[in-house]
């Protein structure tokens, strides 16, 4: 009796990141991000953080070897559409990531987390200055206002420094940056993302722009935007319309964003 495959095979991406235990952000939200897309998520734990809506109790970083072997058990079995990266908690494991991520076959998306809404660090101070080996294996880097400064120290505080900030990634190895949010918009009412992308005749930027949606409930919004990229990368998608798409799925997220939890909730993973 031969043994029957699934009929269906649908693009298989990877999450190297962290656990949220409160089910919002990380991986958590990466793999729901994933699913939502049709895509089947795979993940490497790098830490785990004791949490809930109401913020981090504990964080937890995983041995290097057991995070290592994850990977290795993923990498030789799936056909990787796509990489991304979120908390890596620690300069060991950044520089883990960046070395098993050189020449990855994928595009690999890198969410540089370095702190959560609540405020809560996620990544060792001394860790900031290791992410420069990560970029420059990523096909696109999405910091928001805060990470984008650490990383290249122009904070974005307008169209000229966001487009800055891009280039200045772009300069560090990335094939492409999306700067994350800010007041930038013409009034408070818009949140504007900016793209730098490294093309063959030069950088080209980009602006995408959506309302700014008036909630507390924006925890897992970075991971979703990140994992929702990946997602359509995974699917063949161009870069533009990865960013297009992923920015307009996770601005559903937010705006129907779920009441759960005594804290401010969680973005809404809506298919
Ligand atoms: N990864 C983990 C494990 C987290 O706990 C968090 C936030 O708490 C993040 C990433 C970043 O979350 P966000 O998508 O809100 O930027």
Redesign the pocket.
């Known amino acids: 009796m031969t043994r029957r495959r699934a009929p269906v095979s649908p693009p298989v991406a990877l999450t190297i990141?962290?656990?949220?235990s409160g089910g919002g952000?990380?991986?958590q939200?990466d793999l729901k991000t994933m699913e939502a897309h049709g895509v089947f998520g795979t993940s490497v734990v790098t830490?785990v953080?004791a949490?809930n809506t109401l913020g981090?109790e504990g964080s937890y970083a995983l041995p290097i070897e057991e995070i290592d072997a994850q990977y290795s058990a993923v990498q030789t079995d799936f056909d990787l559409g796509a990489v991304k990266t979120?908390?890596l908690a620690t300069a060991p494991v950044i520089d883990l990531v960046a070395d098993r991520l050189t020449d990855a076959g994928a595009p690999v998306v890198v969410d540089p987390?370095m702190v959560?809404?609540?405020g809560?660090r996620?990544l060792d101070p001394d860790a900031e200055a290791a992410y420069e080996d990560l970029i420059a294996e990523a096909t696109l880097v999405t910091p928001?206002v805060d990470e984008a400064t650490v990383l290249t120290g122009i904070e974005p505080t307008d169209r000229d420094t966001a487009r800055e900030a891009g280039e200045a990634l772009v300069g560090m190895g990335a094939d492409a940056a999306l700067v994350k949010g800010g007041h930038v918009g013409r009034d408070g009412n818009t949140v504007t993302d900016t793209l730098v992308v490294d093309e063959e005749d030069g950088l080209a930027t980009r602006t995408f722009e959506h309302p700014r949606i008036d909630t507390d409930a924006?925890?897992?919004?970075?991971?979703?935007l990140s994992s929702a990229i990946a997602a359509h990368l995974a699917h063949g998608e161009t870069l533009p319309f990865a960013v297009e798409a992923g920015t307009a799925f996770m601005e559903r997220a937010v705006r129907y964003s779920l009441d759960v939890g005594n804290g401010p909730g969680a973005v809404h993973h809506l298919a």
């Open positions: 990141a962290g656990s949220d952000a990380g991986i939200a830490a953080t949490q981090v979120g908390m987390v959560a809404a609540s809560d996620l928001n924006t925890h897992g919004s970075g991971c979703t």
